[in-house]
Nanobody, 123 residues
């Protein structure tokens, strides 16, 4: 439904921080629920965080809570994920996702996906 492009991934040492960004196309960005997912080598894609369209309510996976913060800027059509205290197990390709239905984000079946950005955390 929307075109998504992630950026901000890279190599960081354990304990460091990264800020991921997702740029969305279209004029209806504010109407979409947004989320971040990740997929590590040999593992299934997993939910990381989500943010709703109107109230900007947030939801986090247990692995992300307390370390990651999801936010959005509707005036700039951007979604962000601030990642602090990174661990080697955070190494994965991180994907931005969007859907008009909040439940589709939370259940892991968003309509639109970005191509992903690689995050590598060294020990």
């Amino acid at each position: 439904q929307v075109h998504l492009v992630e950026s901000g991934g890279g190599l960081v040492q354990a304990g460091g921080s990264l800020r991921l960004s997702c740029a969305a196309s279209g004029r209806t960005f504010a109407s979409y629920a947004m989320g971040w997912f990740r997929q590590a080598p040999g593992k299934e894609r997993e939910f990381v965080a989500a943010i709703s369209s109107i109230a900007a309510s947030t939801s986090y996976a247990d692995s992300a809570k307390g370390r990651f913060t999801i936010s959005r800027d509707n005036s700039k059509n951007t979604l962000s994920l601030q990642m602090n205290s990174l661990k080697p197990e955070d190494t994965a390709v991180y994907y931005c996702a969007a859907d008009l239905v909040w439940l589709n984000i939370r259940s892991g079946v968003p309509r639109s996906w970005g191509q992903g950005t690689q995050v590598t955390v060294s020990s």
